[in-house]
């Protein structure tokens, strides 16, 4: 199985900031690859899928790149309500593999 | 409104049986993958298993942590999810969520755009 390691493990960072969050896949994934944002008490959300297309809604601050086994998702200019963990999923084949996660905090 | 609301969770003993349900509502089931994801206390995200839409042939997939002692299923006149996990461990205590795969056109096994609230199952004796 392809597993799939995130870093920084958690940030803390100013509004207005650019904020970015790097995923690894241990094989290459071509661009089979998700990010969700999951805030305290709630349940994830997807903001990204194949690596870099927005899902529906979420704000173009979000962005995501990459292919193969590098992946980042960068936000532009963090907002208060961005602080979150955040977590990348591949989905090339099963198992749909997460990553650990990186929480982000709002100094 | 697009809802999933998990039912079955509780407290069973290691070697015992328990059977999740998944009702959905506000989408056409039966053409959508459907997964159950878990969460254990102080781990990351853990996909379960999935189901791809009846199009699909419900075809089925487990993670290796599960096989051969859970089945996933689906009733698509109920619109409803069903994970039945038997020969529980302790390492099957988790927050379980079922989720909907955001398309039914680009493919199988895609991410989740809607999740339910989940339902703790607790293994212990």
């Known amino acids: 199985d392809i597993q799939m390691t995130q870093s920084p493990f958690s940030l803390s960072a100013s509004v207005g900031d650019r904020v970015t969050i790097t995923c690894r896949a241990r094989?290459?994934?071509?661009?089979?690859l998700a990010w969700y944002q999951r805030k305290p008490g709630e349940v994830p959300t997807l903001l990204i899928y194949?690596?870099?297309t927005l899902q529906s809604g979420v704000p173009s601050r979000f962005s995501g790149s990459g292919s193969g086994t590098h992946f980042t998702l960068t936000i532009s200019s963090l907002q208060p309500e961005d602080a979150a963990t955040y977590y990348c999923?591949?989905?090339?084949?099963?198992?749909?593999?997460f990553g650990g996660g990186t929480k982000v905090e709002i100094k | 409104e697009v809802q999933l609301l998990e039912s079955g969770g509780g407290l069973v003993q290691p070697g015992g049986s328990l059977r999740l349900s998944c009702a959905a509502s506000g989408f056409t089931f039966t053409r959508y993958d459907m997964s159950w994801v878990r969460q254990a206390p102080g781990k990351r995200l853990e996909w379960v298993s999935a189901?791809?839409?009846?199009?699909?042939?419900?075809?089925?997939y487990y993670a290796d942590s599960v096989k051969g002692r859970f089945i996933i299923s689906r009733d698509n006149s109920m619109s409803t999810l069903f994970l039945q996990m038997n020969s529980l461990r302790a390492e099957d205590t988790a927050v379980y969520y079922c989720?909907?795969?955001?398309?039914?056109?680009?493919?199988?096994?895609?991410?989740?755009?809607?999740w339910g609230q989940g339902t703790l199952v607790t293994v212990s004796s």
């Open positions: 999923q591949k989905y090339n084949s099963a198992p749909l593999t």
């Open positions: 189901i791809s839409g009846s199009d699909s042939g419900d075809s089925t």
């Open positions: 989720a909907k795969g955001f398309s039914y056109t680009l493919g199988l096994l895609l991410p989740f755009d809607y």
């Open positions: 094989q290459g994934i071509s661009d089979y």
């Open positions: 194949a690596a870099s």
